[in-house]
Structure formats: C-alpha cells, structure tokens
C-alpha cells in the first residue's frame, strides 16, 4: 500500500485528496468499478498528471490502461484520512454557524460523529441540537477527556478563541476546524484549519470580477486546488 509521506505533502494536495475522495464515493453510489486518472481530473478541473502525483504519494494506485478500482480507491483513501473509523468531534460556540453545524447531517456519512455542543449562553445550555446536547463551557474539559474527543469546531467569537483554543489543547483535542478569524497560537501536535468565509467569499468575488472584466474566460470553481 506505501506508507503516507507527510512531511511532503502539501495542504492544498491534502485538499485535492479530499475531493478525490468524495468523487470516488459517488461513482462507487453509482456502481461503477474504475476510473481514469483522466476521468477524476476534469471532474475536479485538474489535469492527470497532478491526480496521479498526488495519489503516488501513498504508493500505487491503479493500474495502467485499466485505472483505479473504485472501491479499493475509497478504501484506501478513508485509510489514509483516517475516516475508516468513526471520530466524535465537538462544536464549541452554538451561535448562528454551531447551530448549523450542528443540524448537519452528513457528517455521519464521512466518518464525524458530533458527540458534544458547548456554549456559555445559559439560554441555551440545556438545549438539544440536532440531537446534541448542549453543555456549559465549563463542562468542556471533562466531557472532552471522558468521551476522548480528539476533534473540535471553534465558532466562538474572535475575542474568546485562543483561550477557548488553549482549554482544548489541554484536555486533550489534537484538531480544530477554526471558524473564528484569528489566528491561533497552539502546540505543534495540534492541527488547526482555518475557515474564513469572509476572505473566501473574497476570493469568489474577484474570480467573477476578473471573468467579468474579460481578464479570463471562466472563474474557474477549482483555481485553489493547484
């Protein structure tokens, strides 16, 4: 199978992997057994080479004239990822982003179990949420070691989140989905991904202003996978 070389692997090949996999996990819905390297990049607006680069990383993947088994792709790829198994994952901060987060239901398809909620508001502790109970940010360290939550989603306010972030870190959380925007000082074995929808709604505007300026053709829905 090969081994994942890490230490190489950029955040934006991650990205693509990612898609790569949820490609993969709908022509595997549809029954279909292989597919070409060439298939999965024009799905993806990307070229063959960067798909076989990037899944070369983990060893082989497929074969040529034949391509990749689907399912054995999806296997393997949900290996890699880690999503073979089931994580729980917590969301801290039930405002308007938590709540949706929280009445999401396909995280359960892609190997997330939301197994905790926390806020500080006392109008809403108590409360369930797409099944989820709703705790005092005070609980969050125990709850976090007791059910080994290694997962989290940060929606607090910027103001409150590297304090929040460090609480974490403490009780043992190895990952945040950081919807604040700050920028979060924690240890280095603890992963942080950003989600700024502001600067990607940004992004989004300028790639329809430049295609509307005729500075390109298209804007192009997959331009930040390379």
């Known amino acids: 199978m090969g081994s994942a070389r890490s230490d190489r692997i950029s955040p934006l090949a991650v990205k693509r992997l990612s898609l790569y996999l949820r490609c993969l996990e709908e022509l595997a819905q549809q029954d279909q057994t292989t597919v070409s390297s060439r298939q ?8 063959d080479a960067q798909v076989r680069k990037d899944l070369a990383y983990f060893g082989q993947f497929g074969r040529p004239g ?3 088994a689907v399912q054995d792709t999806v296997t393997r790829l949900r290996v890699i990822f880690g999503t ?24 359960g398809q892609r190997g997330f179990r939301l197994a905790a909620a926390f806020d500080k508001d006392p109008a809403k502790i108590g409360r369930k949420i797409g099944g989820v109970l709703v705790q005092s940010a005070g609980e969050l360290a125990a709850t976090v070691r007791k059910k080994r939550i290694r997962l989290t ?8 989140a590297q304090e929040v972030a460090e609480a974490l870190c403490r009780a043992g959380v190895k990952g945040i989905l950081n919807f604040a925007p700050v920028r979060l000082n924690v240890p280095d074995d603890v992963a942080v991904v950003p989600v700024d929808l502001g600067s990607l709604l940004q992004q989004l505007s300028y790639f329809v202003t430049a295609a509307q300026a005729g500075n390109q053709t298209h804007p192009g829905v997959r331009r930040d996978l390379t």
């Open 84 to 107: 073979q198994k089931d994580w729980e994952v917590a969301v801290v901060g039930v405002g308007s982003i938590g709540r949706a987060l929280l009445g999401f239901k396909g995280f």
């Open 66 to 68: 034949v391509g990749y």
């Open 153 to 160: 989603v940060l929606a607090v306010p910027a103001q409150a």
């Open 40 to 47: 999965l990049a024009k799905a993806l607006g990307l070229t």
